[in-house]
């Protein structure tokens, strides 16, 4: 085969391989905008009857919608935050300082790599419920908030990082939090940002664990209550599209923002 | 104490706290509670010894939710490796096309696994859905055994696309320049040269995919909960949900803390097969 041949056969593939994997999302835009018929015409439709913003007023206006959006939001934040704060902190501990048990803390915490949180539902849920922290913030985040695989990658970078600067930090009586705040972390953002942006996307997708731990409609995340809208129900399926649309807009805005930062940091785990 | 050693437990008593509360206690309460008879209220009843394993293996709902979670990885694991390892490979050298789906294949990060699955669920929505159109079937896709495995399956590979693309691609541009280069020197190009030098350049990045896809779709629960809830007859219903089930609906205890034992055995399994691999990287 010449060369040019196997470029258009190339390109060929690479679109047929986009046109399926952009048809679902292709399909919630333009469901989001059908009526109600439109969903029951005898031959399914690709494109809406006419354009109308009924959909995303009815999905705007409903009761929860907006809380559960920014539930998702509150809970991502603290998530990525705290957990950012925990990887810095134990990767410092870990690369930086000597102290008594250091082996066996480490080989404790890493054994939790193991044990999949998913195996672990019910016991945790005990736990959650046990504290009474079922329906609140807390109860969501508490069981994520410690990743060792993002402890693993941020000690991976401070591995490296110049000791005699430490040292020297040291000499001049600065303290290990200073020298966290003002030296360590500022040099090694992007490892930060990556453990952030991991953290943030895996809490804003997490479907079971917020399930379970939120009955009442006004604590529920995104991910939970985009099921329990009720708009299928009343035959609304273009409504729950619309609500679809509007909390997969803003991630496809960031990622067609910072894609070359999203890409960097899902694939980090490579160097763990 | 030292100030070093004081600060060192002081920075690490928060991970320590929340690793034994939500990954060393639950483990330890599943594996002690696997071998005792614990009535559904929580109240240890006596020593069970394996009965509460042999119930689970005698039980046929279990064995037919390993079964299905074996179908659903049979199905799924071979599909998304291919056409993650194709996307990966048709863009991975820059040229001015390859900036278009390199983008495109990013997109399904932008739909969360729920949103996907309600999605899904529309889309395969019986003989007047948008894909009863497109293949022209008036197939009820959700209602029959195997077209809802095959949906499911789908789905899985929509969920694992977008990450797992990116950690071929990552992959494909990071292997040592001065190897292709020689190849090319040596003659090799095209089909040849892909499979004899690219592909097992990166080897070891591609079976830390495949095991990693492999352990997700071990565990896969929340898109069986989302598109099907386990149906038709059980047919999808995947052993994490059937641990879901047991655990939250029917308060099986014995269910509920073997399965957590077992799993948790197949995970340190895959997991030791992923750092091996991984050291390789």
């Known amino acids: 085969m010449s060369e040019k041949a196997c470029r258009t056969a190339k390109i060929l593939m690479a679109a047929l391989l986009s046109v399926i994997v952009l048809f679902p999302l292709f399909y919630t835009i333009s469901a989001s905008f059908f009526t109600p018929q439109d969903f029951t015409a005898e031959k399914a439709l690709f494109l809406p009857s006419r354009l109308s913003l009924r959909n995303y007023a009815l999905a705007a206006a409903h009761r929860y919608f907006g809380r559960y959006a920014l539930n998702s939001f509150i809970t991502a934040l603290m998530t990525a935050s705290i957990r950012t704060v925990l990887s810095v902190l134990s990767a410092f501990v870990f690369t930086h300082l000597e102290f008594r048990g250091k082996r066996i803390l480490l080989i404790a915490l890493l054994s939790t790599l193991f044990i999949p949180s998913d195996a672990m539902l019910y016991e945790n849920y005990k736990t959650v419920a046990g504290l009474h922290l079922t329906d609140t913030y807390l109860g969501i985040i508490l069981p994520s908030l410690f990743s060792a695989s993002a402890m693993l990658l941020t000690a991976g970078v401070y591995l490296s990082a110049d000791r005699d600067i430490y040292d020297a930090a040291r000499i001049d009586g600065s303290g290990d939090m200073r020298y966290m705040a003002s030296i360590l972390v500022p040099l090694t953002s992007s490892v930060s940002a990556t453990v952030f942006i991991q953290a943030f996307i895996s809490s804003f997708n997490s479907y079971l664990w917020p399930l379970l731990v939120t009955t009442k409609p006004k604590m529920r995340t995104v991910q939970v209550g985009i099921t329990m809208l009720g708009f299928a129900e009343e035959g609304e399926y273009g409504a729950q599209f619309a609500s679809i649309v509007m909390i997969t807009l803003p991630f496809l805005i960031l990622l067609i923002a910072v894609r070359r930062l999203i890409m960097k940091s899902l694939s980090a785990r490579i160097g763990e | ?281």
């Open chain 2, 1 to 281: 104490m030292k100030k070093n050693e004081r600060n060192a437990y002081l920075f690490l008593a928060p991970s320590l706290v929340l690793a034994v509360l939500f990954f060393m206690l639950p483990l330890a309460k599943s594996f002690t509670g696997s071998f005792l008879t614990i009535s559904q209220s929580g109240k240890v009843l006596g020593f069970a010894g394996l009965r509460n394993y042999a119930a689970l293996f005698g039980n046929p709902a279990f064995i037919s939710s390993v079964a299905n979670t074996l179908r659903f990885i049979v199905l799924f694991l071979p599909l998304n490796t291919f056409i993650t390892l194709l996307a990966a490979a048709l863009v991975r050298k820059k040229e001015k096309w390859t900036r278009i789906p390199e983008f495109i294949f990013l997109t399904p990060l932008a739909l969360s696994l729920s949103a996907l699955a309600l999605v899904f669920k529309e889309m395969f929505r019986g003989s007047v859905s948008i894909m009863g159109r497109i293949f022209s079937t008036d197939v009820q896709w959700l209602d029959e055994p195997f077209t809802a495995m095959a949906v499911l399956v789908v789905l899985g590979v929509f969920l694992d696309f977008a990450l797992d693309f990116i950690l071929l691609l990552a992959a494909f541009r990071s292997t040592d320049r001065s190897i292709l280069e020689a190849a090319e020197i040596d003659g090799a190009s095209g089909a040849r040269m892909f499979f004899l030098i690219e592909l097992p350049a990166i080897g070891n990045m591609l079976s830390v995919t495949v095991l990693m896809a492999l352990k997700d779709a071990a565990m896969i629960s929340a898109p069986v909960m989302v598109l099907t809830e386990g149906g038709p007859f059980r047919s999808t219903e995947t052993v994490m949900y059937f641990y879901y089930l047991e655990a939250f609906r029917s308060g099986n205890r014995g269910a509920e803390t073997t399965i957590a034992v077992l799993m948790v055995l197949v995970s340190v399994l895959l997991m030791t097969l992923i750092s091996r691999r991984r050291r390789n990287v």
